[in-house]
């Protein structure tokens, strides 16, 4: 399908999903701290998962499981039906 396109007045087109990082400063410190916890150079890849209520779900190094995740995703019951899906955590 075609990228979406930008409203009248968005420079950006929307993408769902897609959220602004803040206090990037306290992230980048964050997974340091991860890393050297883990015993991993500071340069090496890694990814978080998060559950809809913040908390990780799982990390791994390396490139995120893209098709395990796809996999747990809950089915989509429309634009309020499973709002609260994955809250409980077996998401």
Do not use: C, H, Y
């Not at 409203?7 to 992230?27: N, Q, T």
């Not at 809809?52 to 799982?58: A, E, I, Q, T, Y």
């Amino acid at each position: 399908s075609a990228p979406p396109t930008p409203s009248r007045g968005e420079k950006e087109p929307r993408k769902p999903f897609v959220v602004k990082p803040v206090r990037i400063d306290e992230w980048r410190q964050w997974l340091l701290d991860q890393k050297e916890e883990a015993n991993l150079s500071p340069d090496q890849g890694v990814w978080i998962s998060l559950r809809k209520d913040g908390r990780v779900r799982s990390s791994g190094k390396g490139s995120p499981p893209w098709m395990r995740f796809a996999r747990t995703l809950p089915p989509d019951k429309g634009a309020w039906g499973g709002f609260l899906d994955g809250m409980d955590g077996r998401v």
